[in-house]
């Protein structure tokens, strides 16, 4: 896909490209919203070159009914963008007050406040302990790893 991004910048980069791209229809056929996280910046910058050649809106790219399933670090990246100043105020300011623009900025924001922070489980905490040849040192087991997200069942082992 990066090499997909990265000729839609290089063609939009020429007004002839710019203008044959406005009148087309369904523009969402891009499939924006699909666009991999690693490919964000190229990404973003295809979006500011279609909203500041006025070939595309941010509606057009992204159809409101779709924003909240949209990725969130897309979103993200998004209102950086429409926030950055790399884009016309007022082209920036039409794509931030249409009803996709709301929507993005609204799936940002909740991503941004359901996204807890997460934090390593500490195992035989305490800090680091000396051991003497007699001394009873505590043993972690594995019991296995189950799920989706690949959990590890680790409890103190019996010696």
């Known amino acids: 896909a990066k090499q997909v991004w990265e000729t ?3 063609l939009l980069d020429s007004a002839e490209w710019a203008a044959a791209f406005k009148p087309l229809e369904r523009k969402e056929r891009l499939l924006a919203g699909k666009v991999a996280s690693r490919d964000l910046p190229l990404f973003s910058g295809v979006v500011r070159q279609l909203l500041a050649a006025n070939a595309a809106e941010l509606g057009d790219l ?7 399933g949209l990725d969130p ?3 993200v990246e998004l209102v950086r963008l429409l ?3 790399e884009l016309d105020a007022e082209v920036a300011a039409a ?3 249409s009803e996709a623009g709301r929507a993005i900025e609204e799936r940002a924001a909740a991503a941004g406040e359901a996204r807890p922070e997460e934090r390593r489980r500490v195992i ?7 051991f003497g040849k007699g001394d ?7 019991e296995g790893i189950h ?3 690949q959990k590890m069942d680790i409890k103190k082992g019996l010696v």
């Open 83 to 85: 926030g950055s100043g």
């Open 73 to 75: 670090a897309l979103c």
């Open 8 to 10: 839609a910048a290089v």
């Open 95 to 97: 794509a931030t007050g």
């Open 136 to 142: 009873d040192i505590p043993v972690y087991v594995c």
């Open 124 to 130: 035989g905490g305490g800090g680091q302990q000396k």
């Open 147 to 149: 799920g989706s997200h």
């Open 62 to 68: 992204f159809p409101a009914a779709s924003c909240p």
